[in-house]
């Protein structure tokens, strides 16, 4: 992978899109190393959590590539689209946790790379935005379904029709972003989350990202079948009985071994 650095910090991975000249942006070879770092997480059993950042200090991912863009076909971007997408959608359904660390710019196919993670938090000097409507064309990967999940559709469409940009403070205020930090600050708060993250059962929080993500596809009588199915599979695991036989004993759980 030439644009995506990988680095392992015990149980967490911090992953950084890397290509600061051209503000991380988007390209078919930027979607073919975020696919490949998918695959090697995936494989990975040692990493429970995954920090995902843009390199520098200017931009998370400034938007998918215009100059790659300008010349498709209505089926050449159908199919940049698809690809785009698929990349997403198999971040978003890994089955550890993701946090988006957005250092910067996150517009168009960058904001809809930061809504495929499962938590969003910020630096101060973020900016989020959908501009594709400035550009003749929809957002293209996502944004105009997980933006409504996220926000509302109002607030979305708001957002989307005006291809207007918003700063920190107003994605949080409006739940796009969980938490906003001074730059210098960002990093250690995403890796300190994750490690978080890392240090509770395995099997556990994979169960409930499986059924939070799951149940909110279907009605909730189906939803809480989700939820049961998934609660019932944590029991007999190594990690169950050595969480709950600590509590019983009074005394602190032994590291969970994903067992």
Do not use: W
Not at 180 to 191: D, I, K, Q, R, S
Request: include cysteine; glycine fraction near 10%.
């Amino acid at each position: 992978m030439t644009n995506v650095l990988l680095e392992k910090k015990g149980n967490i991975a911090v992953a950084t899109i890397n290509r600061p000249k051209a503000l991380n942006a988007l390209n078919s070879e930027v979607l073919e190393d975020l696919n490949e770092l998918v695959e090697l997480v995936n494989a990975d059993e040692e990493i429970r959590a995954l920090v995902l950042t843009g390199s520098g200090e200017k931009a998370f991912v400034a938007g998918a590539d215009i100059g790659e863009m300008s010349t498709l076909t209505k089926a050449g971007g159908e199919a940049f689209g698809k690809k785009g997408n698929d990349v997403f959608r198999k971040l978003e359904t890994m089955s550890i946790p993701t946090i988006a660390a957005v250092n910067g710019f996150a517009l168009g196919g960058g904001c809809e790379l930061s809504m495929s993670c499962d938590i969003r938090i910020c630096a101060d000097t973020a900016v989020f935005g959908q501009p594709e409507t400035g550009l003749g064309i929809t957002p293209g990967f996502g944004g105009t379904q997980r933006l409504a999940r996220l926000v509302g559709p109002g607030m979305a469409k708001q957002l989307i029709y005006s291809a207007k940009n918003i700063k920190a403070d107003e994605a949080l205020r409006i739940g796009l972003v969980n938490a906003v930090y001074p730059l210098e600050e960002l990093m250690p708060a995403a890796e300190k989350l994750a490690a978080t993250i890392a240090k509770n059962a395995p099997i556990a929080v994979r169960a409930c990202k499986k059924a939070i993500n799951d149940g909110l596809q279907v009605d909730m009588d189906a939803a809480v079948v989700i939820e049961e199915k998934l609660f019932g599979s944590c029991f007999e695991t190594e990690d169950q009985k050595e969480g709950m036989g600590a509590f019983l004993e009074k005394r602190k759980h032994e590291p969970y071994q994903n067992k």
